[in-house]
Every structure is written in C-alpha cells, then in structure tokens.
C-alpha cells in the first residue's frame, strides 16, 4: 500500500499527487475531526449558557462554585487535561468510554468555560435599563430574560463565539494523543509509514484552513443574518423580507383607514 | 402595617405612598415620603441630582423595593413585605400591568422594531394573538405620529422618535397611571419640543401622570400638585404658583439656579 522508503532522492521530490492517491484516509480523519469538533461545540454551548446563568445567580454558594469550576477547568493545559481524562481517570478508574468520548468530554469541560464567560459578560452587557423597561410593562423575569436580555446578549457574543469553534476545530486535534484516529492522528501515521512528511503535513494543513475558514464564513453569515434594517425604507430582496414589507404596509394602511374621528385620541400630529 | 386608607371624597386617589424609606448601604435615599396621586391629576416633581426623585418613581411601580412604608394602588396594598397575603406571587408584576413608565434614555429594546416594541408587551403579558396587537401597537404608534416608522429599529430613530415609541408602548397597555422619569433630559434641544407635546396632549386627555422634569414650563402649564424634593425628603409642594412664589429657602434657589 506505501512505498517503501528507500530512495532518498525519490523521497526529496515533492509529489503532491501522494495526498489525492491517499485520499480515504484523509478524508475517515477529517469526517472524524469534523464529528468530534461539532458535538463538542454543541455540548460546551448548552453546559457554557448553564455555568453562565448558574455564575450570575444571587445565590452565596452556587456563584462560587461555578467560579471555582470555570477558573480550575481554564487553568490546565488542553493536552494535559485530555490526557488526565482519558488515561488518568476513564482508563484508570475502568470506565467504559471510549477514547473518542473521553475527548469529547475533556474538550467539552475546557470549553464550556471560555464559553461560560462569555455568555456571562454578553448577559451582563445588556443594559439594565433594558430590564427595567421589561418588568415597567409587566413582563416577568423568565420572559424579560428570553425576549429581552437573551436576543440582545446573543448578537453580543456571536464574534466571539466564533472565534471558539474556530478554536474547537483546531482543538481538536489534540486528542490524536489517546489515539483518536482524526485528522491528525491520520496523519502522523502516513507521514510515519511512508517518510512523505511534507505532502502529509502539507495536506493536513490545508484542510484545517479550510474547515476554519469554512467555519469563519459560516459565522459571518449568521451575523449578517442579524442586522436590523427596516424593510420598509431598505431595498428588499430577500422573498421573506418582501413578505414582511407587505404586512407593514397593509398594517398601516388598516390603521390609517381605521383612524377615529376623535381629535383627543391623537397626541402628535403625523 | 399601615393604616386604612382615607376613603377621601372625590377625586379617588390611585397611588398612595405612606411612609416610604429606602436606603442603598449606607445611603438614605428616601426619608419618609408621603405621596397621593388623585385619579386624572398631574404630579410634578424637581430637585437636585442624587435627590431620590427617580428611586421615588420607581417605588411607585415596585421596580425598587422600600425598606419600609406602603405602597398602595387605587383599593389595594401592594407592599412591601406582603408575602403571605392573598395576592398571588406576580403582586408587583399586576401592578406594573397598570402603571406605564417613561424612562429618561428611552430603554426601547433595540433588536426589535418600534411596532414589536409597543407590540411585545400585549403578546407576552396580555397574550394577545399577533395579529390583534400588531394593530392595536400600529393604531398607538399613529397615535404619537409615527406610523411611517413602525418598521424602523430604534438606532434609525431619533431621539425625540424614540421616546415618542417608548411612549407608545406604555399607553398601549392602557395603564391608569403614567410615571415619567426626565423623559426630555437625553433630548437634543430641538427634539424636546414634541415630546413635551405628546406629554401635553396626553394630560390634556386627563391622563394621571407623575413627572420627574427640570421642564419648568410643562409644570407651569400642567402641573396640579408640584414637589420640590432634596435629601430624600420633600421640601415644599404646591400648585402651579410654587414656580413663582416658593417659601422655601432651598426651593428658590434650586428655581434660580435652573432658569
Ligand atoms: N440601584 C442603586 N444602587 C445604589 N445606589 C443607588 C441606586 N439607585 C440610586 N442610588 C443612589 O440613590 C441616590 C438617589 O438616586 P436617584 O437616582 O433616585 O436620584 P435622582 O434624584 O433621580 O437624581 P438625578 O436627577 O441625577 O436623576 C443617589 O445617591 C444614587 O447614587
Ligand atoms: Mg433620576
């Protein structure tokens, strides 16, 4: 299946075509990096937003703890802690998990922390004021919290959000060190076997450029997915921002054909 | 608690603080404050900053709880320390549902439209179908001139536009009382005016309103009861005649020294 490494000559020629000719086991790695970086975004997201609302909780001791929990799980290194996960505790203590899961899961508790805080400082970067006008009209805290803080907290942390996935995609590959055949882990077993370390490594760096340039794109379009324009004074495009503009508009005519005779009813003129 | 509320003749009273203290640590902000709104009357109130003016009108609607004293609305105690009571739990949010508020840097909520922002309320709170309050905070947004902009957010409004929509989205849920906190004071000059001129239609309309305003004039004009406050306590009130004869010492300087 690979060469043999005899002739150096041979080996010092660049030959790109060894990356395409070595493609299956590229790609099983990459699908594998891609799986591992998705769930583990998604769990330390949902753990990330519980740390976040648990640290802001008036409560004496909870605060605390989520404070402890984030400031310890931050402070070691990412190697280090995928190594204590899986050989130190899972292997050690005989629990059945996988190498797989045990890296997930030392991904997912580094992560939800750098997630936590952010999620934390975007809630806390609401104004207050905007709370205040929430409970003025009568809205309880549950919905002051989702139609109020959270919408806006959530434009806060998009960017950076992104900048962790970007982080989780390149991340993952630490946990090639308990034997996780991703990305890397691929990798170093062809460049090993065959001595083609430049087209090896030369590969494996492209594609993580383009998974973390992919993941950058992807995150740029859910901002701009957020922008606020008023669809009746914009450009409408989009079918749904049409859709929208025609409501607006059959609203206002509705009011202004509804419009009371009633002088002590208006309180400016239009 | 509190004593039983004078049944007094008419005009009814609808707010009602007895007694009000309220302290931050160290920091007493309300020193026994005594207030009674009647049913239609506008309540003006002034003072130097740091006087306790805002933490008064916020006492009202119970976005700030006193330490002690009572607040009553219209037949009803609503605290504090009622816990146990027959109220159910929602106490300060019932309230709420009755008092419109007006705040001085506006607090539109910004991810929404100005039609959501007076529509939000009667969705979530009143629990009204979509399309019902879409009309209903489209007919209030006409109401202060702004139909035209109800698709705008509030960063493409002006000043004097914005708070326009924050009034809307308090009158829409046709409260009995409205409390405005220095609603002009984050205006540009040029925009004071037309704000002031809602407020001026709206007690026209007989409207109850309490107004916390350095505006003279709007208290000249539509002030029944104005309150000169300092330090947490009330200094002098009066008619519209205390902007030109004050008794008070503290009152007439604090009128000299904003002219
Ligand atoms: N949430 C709070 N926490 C701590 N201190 C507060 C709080 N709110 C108000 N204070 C303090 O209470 C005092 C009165 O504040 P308040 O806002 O009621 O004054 P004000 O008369 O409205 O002043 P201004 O004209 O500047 O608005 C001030 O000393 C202020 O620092
Ligand atoms: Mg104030």
């Known amino acids: 299946m690979f060469e043999p490494a005899i002739d150096i000559l041979a080996q010092a020629r660049f030959r790109p075509e060894f990356i395409w000719d070595n493609r299956d086991i590229f790609i099983d790695g990459v699908w594998l990096t891609i799986r591992i970086a998705l769930v583990a975004f998604a769990l330390s997201t949902a753990l990330g937003l519980a740390v976040a609302l648990l640290r802001l909780s008036k409560s004496w001791i909870i605060s605390p703890i989520m404070a402890t929990y984030v400031n310890v799980f931050r402070a070691i290194p990412l190697l280090v802690f995928v190594l204590f996960v899986y050989y130190g505790v899972a292997i050690h203590f005989g629990f059945s998990i996988t190498a797989i899961q045990a890296g997930v899961l030392a991904l997912t508790l580094q992560y939800s922390c750098w997630l936590g805080e952010i999620f934390r400082s975007g809630i806390q970067a609401v104004a207050h004021g905007q709370r205040q006008a929430a409970m003025s009209v009568g809205m309880s805290r549950p919905q002051t919290f989702f139609r109020v803080v959270m919408p806006q907290a959530t434009r806060i942390v998009v960017p950076p959000t992104s900048n962790m996935f970007i982080g989780m995609i390149k991340d993952s590959s630490l946990v090639y060190i308990i034997g996780v055949p991703e990305l890397l882990r691929v990798s170093n077993l062809l460049a090993n076997r065959t001595f083609r370390y430049f087209e090896v490594y030369l590969g494996t760096v492209i594609v993580y450029l383009i998974l973390t340039t992919a993941a950058y794109f992807l995150f740029k379009y859910i901002e701009q997915r957020f922008q606020l324009v008023d669809v009746l004074t914009s450009k409408v495009r989009s079918p749904f921002a049409r859709a929208r503009s025609r409501r607006l508009r059959a609203l206002q005519e509705a009011v202004a054909a509804s419009r009371g005779a009633d002088p002590a009813l208006r309180l400016a003129d239009s | ?259």
């Open chain 2, 1 to 259: 608690m509190s004593e039983a509320p004078t049944n007094g003749s008419d005009p009814q009273p609808v707010v009602r603080l007895r007694e009000i203290h309220k302290s931050f640590g160290s920091n007493h902000v309300l020193k026994g404050i005594d207030l009674t709104v009647h049913k239609g009357e506008h309540v003006v109130i002034f003072g130097p900053s740091g006087s306790g003016k805002s933490t008064l009108l916020r006492t009202i609607n119970l976005l700030e709880t006193p330490d002690s004293g009572s607040v009553w609305f219209e037949e009803q105690e609503y605290g504090p320390g009622l816990d146990d009571e027959d109220l159910p739990k929602g106490r300060a949010r019932l309230l709420r549902q009755q008092i419109g508020m007006v705040f001085q840097q506006f607090n539109l909520f910004p991810h929404v439209t100005a039609l959501d922002n007076v529509a939000l309320a009667l969705r979530r709170v009143k629990r009204m179908p979509r399309p019902d309050a879409e009309m209903r905070a489209a007919a209030y947004l006409d109401r202060v001139g702004l139909l035209d902009k109800l698709g705008a957010y509030p960063t493409q409004l002006s000043g004097g536009q914005q708070q326009r929509v924050a009034i809307a989205r308090s009158l829409v849920m046709e409260p009995k009382v409205m409390l405005f906190d220095e609603p002009t004071s984050a205006l540009d000059p040029e925009l004071v005016g037309e704000v002031l001129a809602v407020m001026r239609s709206l007690a026209e309309s007989g409207m109850t309103m309490v107004v916390v305003t350095h505006e003279m004039g709007f208290g000249e004009e539509v002030g029944d009861l104005n309150i000169f406050m300092d330090e947490g306590v009330v200094v002098e009130e009066g008619g519209r005649e205390l902007y030109q004869h004050a008794q008070e010492p503290r009152t007439q300087a604090f009128l000299k020294s904003i002219l």
